[in-house]
């Protein structure tokens, strides 16, 4: 089994080495940037862990399948924050706001190809497993981003709605990620599903507490500027558990106040500072934060059930280090 500092050593130098090619330098200089500014990697790092579960060493093919995923997941970073408007990423301009929409496009398309190149690197007894996971894939995290939009224009979804769009934009990379390390390294079907279940649930905790760090979180910590979902009057976990309490008239709070708040328009800076507080100020009579928190440990303790008994070499140690990658991927909401 391979040691998680090795796999981070790893990473480190696969993005400080990665290369795109040098013309057109408007076409490729944005993803030089949205590599440069980092990230947590999480994903290419999940696909590596699940790779040492199995084998004792790092190879060109697994670590070029790990960059794929981090190079598709950059790709949809830039066309989500030109849909979010967002301006800041991982405390840096987004691409759309440092060069512009045009551009931001046409990098990201160029990401996305350049990420299935990478994919190809993959033996060819696994390359049609490792295509079709990452094509199935890349198709779900588009209906989630699809139904993430929706969402935007409707006074309401259910809960259940909200968890089946996450599990598309974000629980299905995660997922993938696990599994193709799995695969890749000859793990079993058995195996391989349980590391998808375990990266899928985990994705749900992930984005839970994204939720919950964009509403609670620091900025200077978080990378972009606190309270977007609020100001884009997104359906988060958080606004939709919100509604469920209120419309059960728990903490004071009545439904009507809540969508008013949140469908507010916002549009100078001290008014967007003001729908922030407001509807934060309703989310704390509602305790919503500390019930994200609870979902989040709800969530991450299903994720960890999902891989009991994998047939690793050394099943002990891979419950051990794969219970530690969650503790990392949500210990500030949790």
Not at 29 to 42: N, T
Not at 270 to 281: L, T
Request: aromatic share 8%; proline share 3%.
């Amino acid at each position: 089994m391979i040691e998680d500092k090795a796999i981070t050593e790893a990473i480190s130098r696969l993005f400080e080495e990665i290369e795109f090619p040098a013309q057109p330098t408007g076409l490729y200089d944005p993803l030089r940037y949205m590599i440069s500014i980092g990230g947590k990697r999480l994903r290419p790092h999940l696909c590596l862990l699940a790779w040492s579960l199995y084998r004792d060493a790092l190879s060109p093919e697994v670590l070029d399948c790990a960059a794929a995923l981090e190079v598709f997941h950059t790709f949809t970073l830039i066309h989500d924050d030109i849909m979010d408007r967002s301006p800041m990423r991982r405390a840096h301009d987004t691409v759309w706001k440092k060069w512009d929409e045009d551009t931001a496009i046409l990098s990201g398309d160029v990401m996305c190809i350049d990420s299935y190149r990478r994919l190809c690197s993959a033996p060819a007894p696994v390359l049609s497993e490792v295509l079709s996971l990452f094509s199935d894939m890349a198709a779900k995290v588009c209906e989630g981003q699809q139904y993430d939009m929706d969402f935007e224009s409707l006074p309401r979804v259910s809960k259940s709605e909200y968890m089946e769009m996450i599990g598309l934009k974000t629980g299905a990379l995660i997922a993938a990620s696990a599994k193709m390390g799995a695969v890749l390294a000859g793990a079993s079907a058995g195996d391989a599903g349980k590391l998808y279940d375990y990266g899928y649930t985990l994705g749900l905790a992930f984005q839970v507490a994204d939720d919950y760090l964009d509403t609670y979180g620091d900025s200077a910590v978080f990378g972009k500027p606190i309270g977007g979902d609020i100001l884009n009057g997104k359906k988060t976990w958080l606004f939709m558990h919100a509604l469920d309490k209120a419309e059960s008239l728990q903490g004071g709070i009545d439904a009507e106040t809540l969508l008013r708040e949140m469908a507010f328009e916002a549009v100078s800076e001290e008014e967007k500072a003001a729908k922030i507080a407001k509807v934060r100020a309703l989310y704390d009579a509602l305790g919503v934060g500390e019930d994200a928190r609870a979902e989040v440990r709800r969530l991450s303790a299903l994720a960890l059930d999902a891989v009991s008994g994998l047939a690793a070499p050394d099943a002990y140690a891979a419950a051990g280090r794969l219970r530690a990658f969650a503790d990392a991927l949500v210990g500030r909401a949790k």
